[in-house]
């Protein structure tokens, strides 16, 4: 099927993309184009102006600076993989990347794009929740009067394909903190086989010191509206070893966390995703660990 007829039109900055947005109703804009695409041309939505801001170089880019890891909105998941100050400083995020869809989509999708489009799904919000991510946002007001906003990962996702930008705004970069030498971070996902798309997705970050796990952040995702925290999961994760015992008696608890709004499809039922969901927590934690290498 084609897309609805659209009018097109390239930014070469944000402040210029914001303006298109706010005198143009009805515009969208557009990143790698392989979220939005698709659902033009499925006509699951139908838009009056594509706004390219695939061109904006201040949206690109990765860089490290007094212990935050700061990526650019439009910086793509192939670039994302091939970093060395990713690879450095958020392993977990690393990995992930190479784990999204295809070289194709990891050629084309954004950062920026994955966490905007807010897809169950996807991989990216689990694993920013994890990493305490935060993101800048810059709207109509212009950053010198004051529409320049941070917004946490813990924040931003309000459900499914529903994010906390508003009307005019544009995601531009994203920033997390490096992780420390004692902390070990992880992904651990079921992928869909034809999409890689999370089945089920768990990301995990634990703090270890002289041996016992002193602070832990757990989010699940991919069979929830939004990425899932684990309260449950991480106070009982805290002031342990993390053996065998103590990550499968912790990661079993993230039933408590889920509610009941857990989805379930033809290709594995709500029961199941939620019953990998422990699984795929206690994967993570055993490689973060090194436990997974060494029983
Ligand atoms: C076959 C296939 C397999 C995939 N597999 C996976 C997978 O395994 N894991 C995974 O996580 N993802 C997967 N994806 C999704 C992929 O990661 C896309 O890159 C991502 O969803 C969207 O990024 P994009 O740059 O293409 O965004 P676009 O399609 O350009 O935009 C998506 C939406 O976000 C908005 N948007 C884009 N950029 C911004 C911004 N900076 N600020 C505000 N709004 C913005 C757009 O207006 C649009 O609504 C897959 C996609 C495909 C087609």
Redesign the pocket.
């Known amino acids: 099927m084609f897309a609805t007829k659209f009018d097109y039109q390239k930014a070469s900055s944000v402040s210029e993309a914001i303006q298109l947005l706010a005198s143009n109703p009805g515009a ?12 033009m041309k499925l006509r699951l939505t139908s838009i009056l102006m594509l706004i390219d ?1 695939g061109g904006i170089e201040e ?1 690109r880019g990765i860089s490290v600076a007094n212990g935050i890891l700061r990526i650019g ?2 910086t ?2 192939a670039e994302i993989a091939d970093s060395h100050d990713v690879k450095d400083n958020a392993g977990i995020l690393w990995e ?1 990347a190479y ?4 070289p ?3 050629n ?7 966490i ?2 807010a ?1 169950p ?4 919000p689990t694993v920013l929740k994890v990493m305490d991510a935060k993101f800048t ?1 810059q709207g109509t007001g212009g950053i010198m009067r004051g529409g320049s906003r941070t917004v946490s990962a813990d924040d931003f996702f309000l459900g499914p394909f529903e994010t906390a ?1 508003g009307e005019n ?4 970069t994203i920033e997390m903190p490096v992780l420390a030498a004692n902390q070990h971070a992880e992904y651990a996902k079921m ?2 086989p034809a ?4 089945v089920v997705g768990a990301g995990i970050v634990v703090t270890v010191e002289n041996n016992i796990c002193t602070a832990a952040r757990v989010a699940v995702g991919g069979f929830t509206p939004i990425p899932t925290r684990g309260p449950s999961v991480e106070q009982a994760l805290v002031g342990k070893e993390l053996n065998e015992e103590n990550i499968v008696a912790a990661t079993s608890l993230i039933h408590n966390d889920l509610g009941s709004d857990v989805f379930g499809d033809v290709f594995a039922s709500a029961e199941y995703r939620q019953a990998m969901a422990a699984i795929e927590l206690k994967h993570a934690i055993y490689h973060a660990t090194g436990f997974a290498h060494h029983n």
Request: hydrophobic letters at 40%; charged letters at 15%.
């Open positions: 969208k804009i557009i990143a790698g184009g392989h979220s939005l695409l698709p659902m801001i949206m909105a439009l793509t998941h992930t784990g999204i869809g295809d194709q989509v990891r084309r999708g954004t950062i920026g794009g994955n905007s489009h897809d799904a996807s991989d990216l946002i930008l705004e544009i995601l531009t992928a869909h999409t890689s798309f999370a």
